[in-house]
């Protein structure tokens, strides 16, 4: 509450002329109070009629300034007990603020300038622009350091007019001396046309923003989608996997089984063999040493009494049977499950070489903007030359493969499983993906100029360029064009052209044929998935016509 009563006491006691403390105060007949050389100074300015600067209200004769004792009084105390009747400092102008053009001593910041006197005005001193009605016609803006640039520095003349001949503001003078005989309106007019300009501009503008905007979310919904896709993808193939190796485990340990069990019965079979023949063994020698003992007998008739008695000895059974095998008893079933192993990398290689373009195939590329002049192709401009295997035989390329004439008569060639039979047509050597640009420069009577997939049938009527869903053809002729995609005739109604323009974004799925001359004109654009690299074609009909594939820049 005291800095409010603070506050109201440097408003009571202020000069509303140079809005401090008041000095010498004087009390004129309307009431209100001013510093004595700030009222005599104002008065001075008017020269005819004195008026009060805050209520206006007028004194004639001039009234006699008394110094108003109290009021001193008054201002003397404000003054000991430190009070400032001054505004804060931040109302006062700084370096880069616009001042106010009459207050005095330290300036206030303006608050508005006035077009019409070309002065900036604070709070207090702009209030007569709000009250009086000829002030109230003014035409008031924001702070303006920049006044003073509209006056004509020729005549000193406010600038209300505008040249569209030399494109600059001009005073009323100008317009009749200088500018006599050029197209001159007034700023306003002139203002009002390119207002209207910089509002198409604005929604010009304000449209792309909202068209990039929408880009920007489809964009991150794509991003969304390529993550999810990508996860679960990865999760299902890791499912996969896990599967695949588990059937591997599995089988492992089906073999690893069979192997055992195999052992177990191999071992078993040579374990009851060889007890068989420790036993004869066993029995082997127990004969031969009754044989010895029978040989160490002196007496001869005991001997012979003896010998009879011996039963004769039998053949072995299993010394034919018996084959020691090598040392490895299994190398078929290692033969076997190395052969699984390498049919199974050559699966997984090949897996390998069909998912990797799958994957490549999912780049994104940002939108397009639609083009706009043949600068914007050239910066895809890509140098096409034939392929003289694929050329039919009455089809004669230059040396450089890049321009076909049709002849009368074939020309002698070996067999080639990749030269077009029925159709006088020819391919490009290079296979075409991405953001590409070429022209063909055309002569004589009718010109396919054309895409197509590199297994289009080279024999048969549905070899022919767009006769089929494999290829798109323009058909060029003097005055006329058509498109031709799978055997289905599109007329084009555009003038004719030698020059033919030809681009494809491959990834986009977008094919646009372009007439050339002094502009660019669209004759036909295809939407579609391609779904393998594309080569460029021609295919020709009379004898002596012509098509080159032109060199850009």
């Known amino acids: 509450m005291a800095q409010q009563g603070n506050q109201l006491d440097k408003e009571r006691f202020s000069c509303s002329i140079c809005l401090d403390l008041l000095q010498d105060p004087v009390t004129i007949p309307c009431g209100h109070s ?162 209207r300009d910089l509002e198409e501009s604005q929604q010009q503008i304000q449209q792309r923003i909202q068209d990039r905007e929408k880009e920007v979310k489809l964009l991150q919904q794509e991003v969304e989608a390529i993550n999810h896709s990508a996860d679960q993808t990865v999760e299902d193939s890791e499912k996969i996997f896990t599967q695949m190796i588990n059937l591997i485990q599995k089988r492992s340990c089906d073999v690893t089984q069979q192997i055992r069990s195999q052992q177990l019965t191999e071992v078993s079979r040579v374990k009851d063999l060889q007890e068989e023949l420790e036993q004869e063994i066993t029995e082997l020698k127990r004969r031969d040493a009754e044989l010895k003992q029978l040989s160490l007998t002196e007496d001869h008739s005991q001997f012979l009494l003896n010998y009879p008695s011996l039963p004769p000895l039998s053949e072995s059974t299993h010394s034919s049977s018996i084959n020691v095998r090598p040392l490895r008893y299994f190398e078929e079933v290692t033969a076997a499950v190395s052969e699984l192993r390498d049919k199974l990398q050559d699966i997984l290689r090949e897996e390998r070489t069909n998912i990797s373009p799958t994957v490549t195939r ?17 910066k895809y401009s890509y140098q096409i030359t034939l392929d003289p295997n694929t050329a039919h ?67 048969g009527d549905e070899g022919g360029f767009g006769l089929n869903d494999k290829s798109w053809a323009l058909s060029c002729s003097p005055n006329s064009f058509s498109f031709l995609h799978n055997n289905t005739q599109t007329s084009i109604s555009a003038p004719g052209s030698s020059r033919v323009g030809v681009y494809l974004d491959h990834s986009a799925g977008v094919l646009s044929f372009y007439s050339v001359s002094e502009r660019m004109t669209l ?31």
């Open 393 to 459: 035989r009455r089809l004669l390329l230059s040396e450089e493969n890049r321009k076909v004439t049709i002849m009368e008569q074939p020309q002698s060639d070996l067999c080639n499983t990749k030269r077009f039979i029925r159709w006088f047509q020819v391919l490009s050597r290079e296979s075409l993906t991405g953001r590409c640009y070429w022209e063909v420069e055309r002569r004589g009577t009718f010109v396919y100029v054309a895409m197509a997939y590199e297994n289009i049938s080279r024999s």
């Open 523 to 553: 004759l036909q654009r295809v939407q579609t998935t391609f779904t393998q690299p594309l080569h460029a074609g021609l295919w020709m009909f009379n004898v002596g016509d012509t098509a080159e594939f032109c060199k850009l820049k």
């Open 362 to 378: 999912l780049k994104i590329l940002p939108p397009e903007p639609k083009p706009k002049s043949r600068a914007y192709f050239l």
């Open 34 to 195: 001013y510093c004595m050389k700030c009222i005599q100074g104002f008065w001075n300015e008017e020269k005819k009629i004195h008026s009060c600067p805050q209520c206006r209200k007028t004194f004639i004769p001039t009234p006699v300034l008394m110094k108003n004792t109290m009021l001193a009084d008054l201002v003397d105390q404000l003054k000991k007990t430190g009070l400032q009747a001054a505004p804060a400092d931040h109302c006062y102008a700084g370096p880069e603020d616009v001042s106010c053009d009459f207050c005095s001593g330290r300036k206030l910041k303006a608050i508005k300038s006035c077009l019409f006197c070309l002065a900036s005005y604070c709070e207090k001193h702009l209030q007569p622009h709000l009250d009086e009605a000829p002030l109230m016609k003014h035409k008031l803006v924001e702070p303006s350091k920049n006044l003073q640039e509209n006056i004509c520095s020729i005549h000193d003349e406010v600038m209300k007019m505008f040249c569209r001949t030399d494109q600059k503001c001009i005073c009323y003078l100008c317009s009749v001396d200088e500018h006599k005989d050029h197209d001159t309106v007034s700023a306003a007019a002139e203002r009002t046309e390119r207002q």
